[in-house]
């Protein structure tokens, strides 16, 4: 368990009220992860929702099939950024893996028990949702850059 004011101070979590933070808080940890650590591992069961608190993550992906590129860059976290967001999106697959690039501090959302909480507040799950898709928007502008320029 965190503390509720932990997750108030980041964007993701800011608008809950303190029951939605305080329930959360219940199925969150506070990890830490040597340099090089992988987080979350492609095409694996997304079964953690990650709040970067601090270090430098890199999303990577290879495709996981003969001939694939292997760990190209598709994004980074910075501090304040989540990541595993395919916890809270059918079919709860990881479409990347995420290695530390440094030593990182996060907090660890249970993802199925994230889900369940959605499902019993319906507002909760709205915002959640909403602060889901605006990162997956981001990454995908990050991505249109990268293959932009890779075209280039």
Known sequence: MVSPELLRR?????????????????????????????????????????LLLEGDVDLVYSGGEEGSVVNALVGSIAPGEMLGVSSIIEPYIYISSA?????VRVVELDGPAV???????????????RNVAAAVLERLKYTQVELAAARA
């Not at 940890?29 to 953690?48: F, M, S, T």
């Not at 889900?115 to 949702?129: E, F, I, N, P, S």
């Open 10 to 50: 980041y964007p993701f979590f800011s608008s809950l009220n303190d029951e939605q933070l305080a329930a959360l808080a219940m199925v969150a940890d506070e990890k830490n992860y040597p340099k090089g650590a992988l987080l979350v591992k492609e095409n694996q069961p997304a079964n953690k929702l990650i």
């Open 99 to 103: 290695r530390a690039n440094t030593p």
């Open 115 to 129: 889900r369940a909480l959605m499902q019993v507040d319906k507002t909760m799950g709205y915002v959640l949702m």
